[in-house]
Each structure stands twice: as structure tokens, then as C-alpha cells.
């Protein structure tokens, strides 16, 4: 199965700072990445799919990147309602893997 | 419009066994893989094995491998997450959601269900 390693797992930040997640996979996934937001008791909520298209209705803030075994979520300038767990979810071999998740916390 | 609306809330006992289910509509169900995610209290989402319901094919992640079955009715598109024994440790949310597989599409991990929290204990 292929490893997904997601970091930081943690992340204190403010409003308007900008944050970057990076996942990286024990092997080449082309662009078979998406990126997933959860808040606390809520329903993970798709972001990003192929590594980079944004989801309908999404800010432009969030952008994802990447190809192969390295990819980044970026939020240019993080908003109150940004902090939440953030996963990335590899789907290139079944069965997918997450990442271990990034918990963006107030600073 | 798509929706998977899973059964409701369960409470039981270790030892019993357990069924849960994960209904789509709106859309061709057949046409798409099914895959359960556990979240176990305060902890991360993970991914526990897919159905298509076409064929039935499943697929387990390792850890998860001979500890559930996963499985499809597409007459009534529905699929299953089911438990022989639990224990206190399948205390969870579990979700399901629909994906395609080999090929990106904006209608893979798009809809979720709204979880089954299922609750293990004496």
C-alpha cells in the first residue's frame, strides 16, 4: 500500500498568515491527490481534487500543487473559519490512504 | 441531487454483531465505488476498504482486513459496513462516500454520508 505522510501535524497560526501542508507518498500517484477540511464534529468537506483544481464554491485562498510524490495545500491568508484539520487523501492505488492530518490552531 | 444518507446512531455490546448501511441517490449508483472511513474519537480520518457495487468487488486496507465486511445491494443501491463481534475499540464515526477510480473527476469524494456513530460498551 502506498504511505502518506502529511506534515506538520500541528500548526499555530494567525489571521492572515499564510500556511503550507505538504503531503508526500511513498510512490508516484501522478495527480491522484485530493485535499479534505473537517471541523470538529462535522463531515470532511473536499477542497481540492487532482492535486490542484479548486472545488466549486471554495476561496481562491486555498490552492493546492504538486505532482507525483510531493504535494502542497496553501492557504494565502488564513480566515477565522480556516482553522480545522486539514487531510490529504491519496486515490492513485486502492485502497486510498490520508494523510495523518494538519490541525491548524490559533496562534 | 447526490446524497448518501447513512442509517442511524448505534449503541451495543462487545461481542455483538452489527450492520450498518449507506444509501445513494440522485445519481447512477452502480457507476461508482462506495469506501467506508473510520474516525475514532479525537483522532484522524482513516480509510477502511471500498465496494463497487456492480460486482460486489471489495478491497480492505491492511488494518482492517478480516475485521469488517464490506459489501453492496445495487438493487436497492445501498451499500454495508458490517461487524461479527465488535469491541470496545470500533467505538467511531463511520462515514461512507462514492469516488471513481482511474481517472480524476470533480465527482469523486464530492458527497459524503453524515456518519454512523457507533458506540461499543458493557
Known amino acids: 500500500d502506498i504511505q502518506v505522510t502529511q506534515s506538520p501535524s500541528v500548526m499555530s497560526a494567525s489571521v492572515g498568515d499564510r500556511v503550507t501542508i505538504t503531503c508526500r507518498t511513498s510512490?508516484?500517484?501522478?495527480?491522484?491527490l485530493a485535499w479534505f477540511q473537517q471541523k470538529p464534529g462535522k463531515v470532511p468537506k473536499r477542497l481540492i481534487y487532482g492535486a490542484s483544481t479548486l472545488q466549486n464554491g471554495v476561496p481562491s485562498r486555498f490552492t493546492g500543487s504538486g505532482f507525483g510524490t510531493e504535494f502542497t495545500l496553501t492557504i494565502s491568508s488564513l480566515q477565522p473559519e480556516d482553522f480545522a484539520t486539514y487531510y490529504c487523501?491519496?486515490?492513485?492505488?486502492?485502497?486510498?490512504?490520508f494523510g495523518q492530518g494538519t490541525k491548524v490552531e490559533i496562534k | 441531487e447526490v446524497q448518501l444518507v447513512q442509517s442511524g446512531p448505534e449503541m451495543k455490546k462487545p461481542g455483538e454483531s452489527l450492520k450498518i448501511s449507506c444509501k445513494g441517490s440522485?445519481?447512477?449508483?452502480?457507476?461508482?465505488?462506495i469506501g467506508w472511513v473510520r474516525q475514532m474519537p479525537g483522532k484522524d480520518l482513516e480509510w477502511m476498504g471500498i465496494?463497487?457495487?456492480?460486482?460486489?468487488?471489495?478491497m480492505y486496507s491492511p488494518s482492517f482486513q478480516g475485521q469488517v465486511t464490506i459489501s453492496a445491494d445495487k438493487s436497492i443501491n445501498t451499500a454495508y459496513l458490517q461487524w461479527g463481534s465488535l469491541r470496545a475499540s470500533d467505538t467511531a464515526m463511520y462515514y461512507c462516500?462514492?469516488?471513481?477510480?482511474?481517472?480524476?473527476?470533480?465527482?469523486?469524494?464530492?458527497?459524503w454520508g453524515q456518519g454512523t456513530l457507533v458506540t461499543v460498551s458493557s
Open positions: 487523501l491519496q486515490h492513485d492505488t486502492d485502497p486510498p490512504t
Open positions: 462516500t462514492r469516488f471513481v477510480v482511474g481517472y480524476i473527476t470533480s465527482e469523486s469524494f464530492d458527497s
Open positions: 465496494v463497487f457495487p456492480t460486482d460486489s468487488h471489495t
Open positions: 510512490q508516484g500517484i501522478k495527480n491522484f
Open positions: 440522485g445519481y447512477r449508483f452502480s457507476n461508482y465505488y
